[in-house]
């Protein structure tokens, strides 16, 4: 068992930043890897970035290459998600999500692989 609490959402201006965090408890954080998504109203959930399990391979959606950054230290058992240049367009409920099914190496960007999920915190760019 695995369980996720985000944290560090908000309401920022446009061109902003923000750093979400996760932490992780119960089994080895160090073995498996870490994704974000979001979800948007109306929308589906979609992925956003992950980081495997050592943190030193990332993947990042198109649409927030160059502007976010994932990193994770696994000994606060904890993975972040660092946004910068923040655009009306990034606002959704954000989602730190656990792969533990997989070898940590991998880095799946469909929300189906993931087996634990975070409650999710809100993110809202003001334009």
């Known amino acids: 068992q695995v369980q996720l609490v985000e944290s560090g959402g908000g309401l920022v201006q446009a061109g902003g930043s923000l750093r979400l965090s996760c932490a992780a408890s119960g089994r080895s954080f160090s073995s498996y890897s870490m994704g974000w998504f979001r979800q948007a109203p109306g929308k589906e959930r979609e992925f956003v970035a992950v980081?495997?399990?050592?943190?030193?391979?990332?993947r990042y959606a198109d649409s927030v290459k160059g502007r976010f950054t994932i990193s994770r230290d696994n000994a606060k058992n904890t993975v972040y998600l660092q946004m910068n240049s923040l655009k009306p367009e990034d606002t959704a409920v954000y989602y730190c999500a656990a792969d533990t099914r997989y070898p940590g190496s991998v880095l799946n960007s469909h929300s189906a692989a993931y087996d634990y999920w975070g409650q999710g915190t809100q993110v809202t760019v003001s334009s």
């Open positions: 980081i495997s399990s050592s943190g030193v391979v990332t």
